[in-house]
């Protein structure tokens, strides 16, 4: 009986340091690929996406065109952000990993915001930029950065960061990012910018701010 009580225990021990183990990563993969489908026709629920049948999977599933391209910017902020996640690049579904282009204007910035699933690595493929984020709480320390072309950054999962271009001529930076689908809050847009609105008085008391600029900020970010 004692012998089979110790067996027990050595098991329970051997799951309690596996464990973590065994949750500190992605689970693997059971089949090649799940190329999202937009509808359940000839498909399976997974990770969010109907998968298409592998039959009927193209290469086309896994490309997307159009990247060398520089793309408009019409944002106050100064830059857009162009994604290839698992919403137009139906390939990536249950990949975990994903990519963006950013385009910055002179003295455009890539505002701060977070990635609520995914750490970021960020090229910067044409101008200088200055990077930096901020760590959580009680230290809130900021990092920060200026790279010019060729230099790499990362940014740790969750926390908020930005980029900024510091240069004399538009930027262009590329990042890849560890999720089909990363998710970004913008934290103005978020604060400022939520539907319903949030009370401004809950927002000047934690921004230190008098309410009248809370609601003119409200008013600017308003959908």
Sequence with gaps: MAMKSLSFLAVLSLLALTLPLAIASD??????????????????????????????????????GGLQTARP?????????TAV???????????GISLVRIDYAVNGQN??????????????????????FVTSNPDNRLFTKVLNEGDVFVFPEGLIHFQANIGKAPAVAFAALSSQNPGVITI?????????????????KAFQLDPRVVVDLQTKFKK
Excluded: M, Y
């Design 27 to 64: 689970p693997s993969q059971l089949q090649d690929f799940c190329v999202s489908a937009n509808t359940s026709a000839n498909g399976v629920f997974v990770n969010g996406k109907f998968c298409k049948d592998p039959k009927l999977v193209t290469a086309d599933d896994f490309f997307f």
């Design 73 to 81: 910017i019409t944002s106050p902020v100064g830059s857009t952000v």
């Design 85 to 95: 996640n698992v919403n137009n690049l139906l390939g990536l579904n249950t990949l």
């Design 111 to 132: 505002p701060p915001h977070t990635h609520p699933r995914a750490t970021e690595i960020l090229v910067v493929e044409l101008g200088t930029i200055l990077v930096g």
């Design 188 to 204: 103005a847009n978020t604060v400022f910018g939520a539907n319903p609105a949030i009370d401004p008085t809950i927002l000047a």
